[in-house]
């Protein structure tokens, strides 16, 4: 069943119409089960709109740690702009609208059966699943970086201890030392994130260690608002910040974290005083434990339900799908959720069933009063979610319009949150 | 008919559209508003204003005006331009009915 495409699923539901009409009658009197595994921008979304608006439908939200702090904002807190606790966001929300919380790891899907196993050996029954995992990381791709080696040149890039462990290397780092950031290959969560962080933590250097350097050594040749971040970096950093793109020596080959050296594919080594090292990434492991994932290691899916191709009734929200031209973001999770809730909300109850729309922006702050932006609308196609009618902030823009972005940032921050988790 | 009539596929929903035609159907509005409610906040103060109770004529002028570039916001052009009259009239209508 695992390697079967849903046009396989349509042909087997036409060739034995007849015969599967008994049992399909069994079925739904048992269907009403939506388990959802990862309560992140995507999940806790999925979780909140079906059970918000088809209270008859029993769902359940899996999710390994008590509480969630966003990706999204992590790099304000590096920066100083935000403390941890407004950027982690408890569960409470979401059983209040009756969803069944579940504080565990989930281990095993079994599609056939329709059943998740979680670590604890206990197995959870499902009509229809959403995984929303969110990012894995590639460990072997650059030599002598592992899991072990995040602990001295954190990745930050699933927040939480991670990220408050960057924090505490940023701002204890050597006077006037060199700080290396090597950001990851694409496709990866946050297009923006790493050279937002890179203004972030230039803004800390600014204040406490104005000597300090941050060297990006990039596998890419460019970057998502590379214009914008540039400008930021020669308006506000000069002279702190060297990008090293992928064609100019920037590709990193091994890593050695006693030494705190970083060498590039050309042999060049790098001490580091302190480094940020984001990993290749791949969809959450659990989509591959059940069979969601294709060579990419990212998960295909129905640009118009969120469904996977691969698996039957389970659907993929978030940085784990293969969404087409949406870039990884909370925001576009949150925006795949709520088609992923409708489509599953009909396939359950009947309820409506609207065309998919999505829609994405990506704030960045680049300094205190400063943020720029891109988005755009999609809508599905036979082939993907294709992006329409894209924007992003223009060089040059006065400083109340960057003022007001910033504002505008912040308000979307409490909004999504609340929208997610409230 | 309006035009996305056809999209909807579920019995009872369809027919409480059919009543309300004219009015901006508040089930497709609430579907749109997901959209909305990722930036704009009942009670918000500062960077984004909220949106619920606006009075629907004003909503739909609003979008309009954002559509047709007489209001200056990149985002929410975009956002404008991927809706239709109907939209934005369902949208209005649900919002409308919403205490901020």
Redesign the interface.
């Known amino acids: 069943m695992i390697d079967m495409t849903r046009r396989g699923f349509g042909r087997i539901a036409l060739a034995g119409g007849a015969t599967l009409a008994a049992p399909s009658i069994l079925r739904a009197q048992a269907k009403g089960r939506v388990v959802v595994i990862g309560g992140g921008a995507g999940g806790g979304t999925v979780a909140k709109y079906v059970k918000k608006d088809a209270p008859e439908l029993d769902v359940t939200l899996i999710e390994a740690n008590p509480s969630y702090t966003t990706c999204f904002y992590s790099n304000l807190y590096i920066g100083g702009m935000r403390d941890f606790e407004s950027i982690t966001h408890g569960y409470d929300g979401l059983a209040g609208h009756g969803v069944n919380v579940v504080n565990a790891v989930a281990s095993g899907v079994d599609a056939a059966a329709r059943t998740v196993t979680l670590e604890d050996g206990s197995v959870v029954a499902y009509d229809k699943l959403v995984l929303a995992p969110g990012i894995d990381f590639k460990w072997d791709l650059i030599a002598g970086f592992d899991e072990a080696a995040a602990e001295i040149m954190p990745h930050a890039y699933k927040a939480g201890p991670q990220t408050v462990l960057l924090k505490e290397k940023v701002d204890g780092m050597a006077e006037g030392g060199t700080f290396v950031m090597v950001p990851p290959p694409n496709p990866y969560r946050c297009p923006p994130g790493p050279y937002e962080r890179v203004c972030m933590i230039a803004k800390r250097f600014k204040e406490s260690n104005p000597s300090a350097k941050i060297i990006i050594l990039d596998p890419k040749e460019k970057h998502s608002k590379q214009a914008l971040f540039q400008e930021a970096w020669h308006q506000y950093y000069e002279g702190m910040i060297e990008w090293v793109p992928g064609d100019f020596g920037g590709k990193v080959a091994s890593i050695d974290t006693a030494a705190m050296t970083i060498t590039t594919e050309d042999g060049e080594v790098f001490e580091a005083d302190a480094a940020n090292v984001i990993p290749a990434q791949k969809a959450g492991m659990i989509a591959e434990i059940a069979g969601a994932t294709d060579d990419s290691g990212w998960c295909p899916i129905d640009p118009h339900s969120m469904a996977s191709t691969m698996v039957e009734d389970i659907y993929v929200v978030g940085d784990s799908s293969i969404a087409g031209d949406m870039p990884k973001s909370g925001f576009s999770a949150n925006s795949q959720a709520k088609v992923c809730a409708m489509a599953i909300r009909h396939e359950l109850t009947g309820s409506s069933l609207f065309p998919a729309r999505y829609r994405n922006t990506c704030w960045s702050t680049v300094a205190e009063a400063d943020a720029v932006k891109v988005g755009a609308s999609y809508e599905p196609t036979d082939e993907k979610i294709a992006s329409i009618d894209p924007f992003i902030s223009e060089v040059g823009e006065s400083p109340d319009q960057r003022l007001q972005t910033r504002e505008e940032a912040d308000a979307w921050y409490d909004s999504i949150t609340s929208d997610i988790f409230g | 008919m309006r035009k ?1 009539a056809g ?8 027919c409480s ?1 059919a009543g309300e035609a004219g009015a901006g159907d508040l ?2 509005g ?3 508003a ?2 909305c ?5 009942a009670g ?1 103060e ?3 204003p909220p949106i619920n109770s606006l009075p629907a004529p004003y909503f739909v002028e609003a979008l309009k005006e954002y559509k047709e570039g007489e209001r200056d916001h ?2 929410m ?3 404008a ?2 809706l239709g009259d109907t939209e934005m009239e369902a949208l209005a209508a649900y919002f409308e009915q919403l205490e901020n």
């Open positions: 996305y999209w909807l596929i579920g019995s009872g929903l369809a559209f089930a497709y609430e579907y749109l997901g959209e409610v990722a930036c704009h906040r918000a500062g960077g984004i990149a985002l052009r975009t956002v331009r991927s």
